[in-house]
């Protein structure tokens, strides 16, 4: 490339508020006029209603919610039942994507639960945290072992 075929680089200048009329933001510098949201600091919260009583205070509060609740991955024999594998542990169960791996939940315990249960005629050996008793019971029936780990 020659010299005079040189050509400036596009640079995207920052705003520069203030700078006169010709500037496009002299004057009010973009803010439009007066009011809360032309001032330096005048940021209002998104649920902000201009004083009147929010909706969050004014829907009233109903429920609880336990602390304590023991969550659980979960696995149903239905889906145990399409593999061809006969011994199942957690870290085959996490390898085969059965369970999801997500933040909090990660370490929670696996459960083995009954859906599906009526078509479930497969002889597996499970070690797995926690048990449904119909899941326990169907697989026991076809022969197989439930271990709780």
Not at 37 to 43: A, E, L, Q, T, V
Not at 58 to 87: A, M, S, W, Y
Not at 102 to 125: D, Q, S, V
């Amino acid at each position: 490339m020659k010299l005079h075929e040189m050509k400036r680089p596009k640079i995207k200048h920052k705003k520069r508020l203030g700078k006169g009329e010709g500037s496009g933001f002299g004057k009010q510098a973009g803010k439009g006029h007066k009011g809360q949201k032309s001032r330096s600091g005048g940021n209002i919260p998104l649920w902000f209603e201009g004083g009147q009583m929010p909706l969050q205070r004014r829907v009233p509060k109903r429920g609880f919610t336990n602390i304590f609740k023991k969550h659980f991955r979960i696995v149903n024999l239905e889906t145990l039942q399409q593999f061809d594998d006969t011994d199942f542990d957690i870290e085959k169960i996490e390898s085969l994507n059965l369970v999801r791996k997500l933040r909090a939940r990660e370490t929670a315990p696996i459960k083995i639960l009954a859906k599906g249960g009526e078509e479930f005629k497969k002889t597996i050996n499970i070690k797995a945290n926690s048990f449904s008793k119909t899941a326990k019971e169907l697989i026991e029936k076809n022969g197989g072992k439930a271990e709780v780990v």
